[in-house]
């Protein structure tokens, strides 16, 4: 999200001329005018203070990149105009060191933690973690198709199709050189795919990969497939609509999984248990009306009724899992004002999973003067943690006893229930769906010591 308004004011920007919006005379127009660098420059800024400095470095040169596609002859003013915007972007971040009260903060935590240190994390050697295991470069490539979770045929098919194309769009562009800048400035694509490429050779460098970083990626793998789908042949369509709706068949295995799982805890009322299977049913009814396409020949009509059909069941299972986890997020299963007031100007220890994950405590108990992670999978003995801090959250199993205050010495003031975000590996199997709230909840408790 943090990069909406630069897309948005960037899409918009062509209304301003005379011409009809995405022609070439518009596209450059956009490239000559000053002010789509300083645009650039706020929205840099913007980027760095909300999500991380280092993105202005794949964003100013997709930007300079983009402008040398449309516009090769002029390329050292696109090279000044991008660097001045980067460097008013980077200013913009640097008035946070000026305006926080505690810069050394910043500079430890957002700057070294969740910047620099994620280029050495210890362990395997640098080229071993990039060619071999679960953050190798060959996985963070298959990042959008992973990001698209029940879409990923549809994304994979792009890319695919991208890459076939790619050759030949080269030739065309080169030979666009010396021909018209409108011959150029036409393929307004081909700053989405230097953006998507840019950002996923970027995220490529750290030790620590993840697809979650190409997240911002998604609206423009959304445009992208909106203009490509449409194009391609009956029987590639046909061959993503069958596997997504595969896709779609196990996404209501797993959530009808939760719903067993709250069913069992009594996390729904009778009402909101009735209405959860008529929603489960409606799903039910949709999936079978996408076998049932799948099953006989299409033409081009029927194929846009069956993406629409399945367009229909993937939105309605996003919704349908907001449903289920609403209870979590009711004022019942949040902390108490008397909580909140036991624990005003304490030193809490929470568990922390990753990165930044204790930043949340902020909000979920904000009275409290200050907030120490501890590493969530028992590096920390619980006897330790309570005699450094005022208080201390702990999470165990939903079955699991809560903790022995009588030999620890102190007091469970509060306990609620949280959702589980990561297992160990060999936790999930067989004998432990058998009971899945051990599986997707925790019991979440608030302790004080008695002292």
């Not at 067993?260 to 079978?288: E, F, K, N, S, T």
């Not at 949280?418 to 199997?429: D, F, S, T, V, Y």
Request: proline share 7%.
């Amino acid at each position: 999200m943090q990069r909406k308004p630069r897309v948005w004011a960037l899409l918009a920007w062509p209304w301003r001329h005379s011409s009809p919006p995405g022609s070439p005379t518009s596209a450059r127009a956009l490239a000559h005018t000053p002010w789509l660098f300083a645009l650039a420059a706020l929205s840099f800024g913007m980027v760095a203070l909300y999500k991380s400095f280092v993105l202005i470095a794949p964003l100013a040169a997709t930007l300079f990149l983009a402008l040398c596609a449309w516009q090769p002859h002029a390329w050292r003013r696109a090279f000044m105009g991008t660097a001045v915007a980067t460097l008013a972007g980077v200013a913009l971040f640097a008035l946070w060191f000026v305006l926080d009260p505690d810069p050394q903060a910043v500079w430890r935590e957002f700057v070294v933690g969740e910047n620099l240190g994620k280029m050495d994390q210890g362990g395997p050697s640098y080229w071993q973690t990039a060619l071999v295991g679960g953050f190798s470069i060959w996985w963070q490539a298959l990042a959008l198709p992973q990001n698209a979770l029940l879409l990923a045929p549809i994304v994979l098919v792009l890319l695919i199709d991208g890459l076939r194309r790619a050759p030949a769009a080269w030739r065309h562009w080169r030979a666009s050189v010396s021909a018209s800048p409108d011959a150029r400035a036409s393929n307004l694509s081909a700053p989405l795919w230097l953006y998507g490429l840019v950002l996923s050779v970027f995220f490529m460098l750290p030790s620590q990969r993840s697809a979650r970083y190409l997240i911002p990626l998604m609206p423009m793998v959304a445009v992208l497939c909106a203009t490509q789908l449409g194009r391609w042949p009956a029987w590639v369509q046909r061959l993503s609509l069958g596997l997504s709706t595969l896709l779609s068949l196990s996404a209501m295995g797993l959530l009808g999984l939760f719903l067993w799982a709250g069913w069992r805890i009594d996390l729904y009322p009778l009402w909101g248990r009735m209405g959860l299977l008529l929603v489960l049913l409606l799903q039910a009814l949709a999936l079978a009306r996408l076998f049932l396409s799948l099953a006989v020949r299409h033409d081009s009509n029927r194929l846009h009724t069956a993406w629409v059909w399945l367009l229909g069941l993937i939105i309605s299972l996003y919704a349908w899992f907001g449903l289920l986890s609403a209870p979590l997020h009711t004022a019942s299963n949040q902390y108490s004002a008397s909580s909140r007031v036991t624990v005003q100007g304490a030193r809490l220890a929470v568990p922390s999973y990753f990165n930044g994950d204790f930043e949340r405590w902020r909000f979920l108990l904000p009275a409290v003067a200050q907030i120490e992670p501890y590493a969530a999978d028992g590096g920390a003995a619980l006897p330790d943690l309570l005699a450094r801090h005022d208080a201390v959250v702990v999470h165990g199993r939903f079955h699991d006893a809560a903790p022995d205050c009588a030999v620890l010495g102190c007091r469970v003031i509060e306990q609620r229930i949280a959702l589980r975000g990561r297992h160990k590996p060999g936790e999930i199997n067989a004998t432990a769906l058998r009971t899945p709230e051990d599986l997707l909840f925790w019991r979440e408790y608030l302790l004080v010591p008695q002292r």
